[in-house]
């Protein structure tokens, strides 16, 4: 009996194994039910078999076969569920791929954006050392030349007339100017101007009638040269220069006053801008050029 039973439960069990979920679950609660009536039956004093089970088991049945829909939508929910979140990973990881690839595209963008601004800056301060040479170069050339206002020592020379002097043999005339210029430049001056007038490459110093004219305006006397350079040596290497001895016999001769001061800051206004213009240029092609070493500049 015991074998039996033990056997029986045993067979039950591997039943239950082999038994699809859905329909164990239907099976159980229908016998569950079942169960529940005929005990409700017995109690009442009534029979568990017989007409009286009828609508009892028909409400079973619904009920089983509701919840076994729902359990078979729930099923193909669960299936839909599963479909639609793998396809949305998918999707997910795409997008994820393109937007990785759009980041390194624009990483390798930000490179070379960083590379050409390096460039740039390294251009930029090259061009700015050459446009600072180029602009000490024409400040030095404009203070040489006279086309630049500089300050700086020098000596102050004021000549005039002896009184009573012959206006038109006696006075001081452009050459004598000229002369006294001339010396300055071989003493040393840097810069030089008569009356305000700055002296430059361009410069003329020329009589209109009795009077003098410089950079083609009237001076009258008396003449005040100034001379920019060094102040220990600029008027002992005027007197020793062959165009300064020259003017000193003839202020001499004439009776002109000639008087010599150190200065130790003076300055001197940039010569007309007018006389900057170019009047004449040549272009000149590689076959105008003089060769290589024929000794010419």
């Known amino acids: 009996m015991a074998d039996g039973s033990t056997d029986r439960s045993g067979g039950d069990a591997a039943a239950r194994v082999r038994t699809p979920l859905l329909e164990l679950i239907t099976a159980e609660a229908l016998e569950r039910d079942y169960q529940m009536v005929a005990q409700r039956r017995v109690a009442s004093g009534g029979t568990p078999h017989g007409k009286d089970q009828v609508p009892g088991r028909i409400g079973v049945v619904a009920v089983v076969a509701v919840f076994g829909v729902m359990l078979t939508v729930a099923a193909v929910q669960t299936s839909a569920n599963a479909d639609e979140d793998s396809a949305s990973r998918e999707d997910l ?48 050339l404009g203070g040489t030349t006279g086309f630049t206002a500089v300050t700086g020592e020098g000596i102050r020379i004021e000549i005039d007339n002896a009184p009573a002097a012959d206006p038109d043999t006696e006075h001081v005339r452009d050459s004598d100017l000229a002369l006294l210029v001339n010396a300055l430049w071989t003493a040393g001056a840097e810069a030089i101007a008569v009356n305000g007038q700055r002296v430059s490459a361009s410069t003329s110093i020329r009589n209109s009638g009795t009077a003098i004219e410089v950079n083609s ?72 050029r003089p060769p290589e070493g024929d000794g010419k500049p």
């Open 93 to 140: 990881i795409e997008r994820i791929d393109a937007r990785r690839d759009i980041v390194q595209d624009r990483q390798r963008r930000i490179a070379d954006l960083q590379e050409d601004n390096a460039e740039a800056e390294r251009r930029l301060i090259a061009t700015g050392d050459a446009v600072n040479d180029v602009e000490g170069r024409a400040a030095d």
């Open 217 to 288: 305006i009237g001076i009258a006397p008396p003449y005040v040269v100034q001379a920019i350079g060094d102040t220990s040596t600029l008027s002992s290497r005027l007197v020793e220069t062959s165009s300064g001895a020259a003017f000193a016999v003839l202020a001499g001769d004439y009776g002109w006053t000639y008087d010599v001061d150190n200065v130790d800051e003076m300055r001197l206004p940039a010569a007309p801008s007018s006389l900057r213009q170019l009047r004449s240029a040549t272009l000149l092609t590689d076959s105008d």
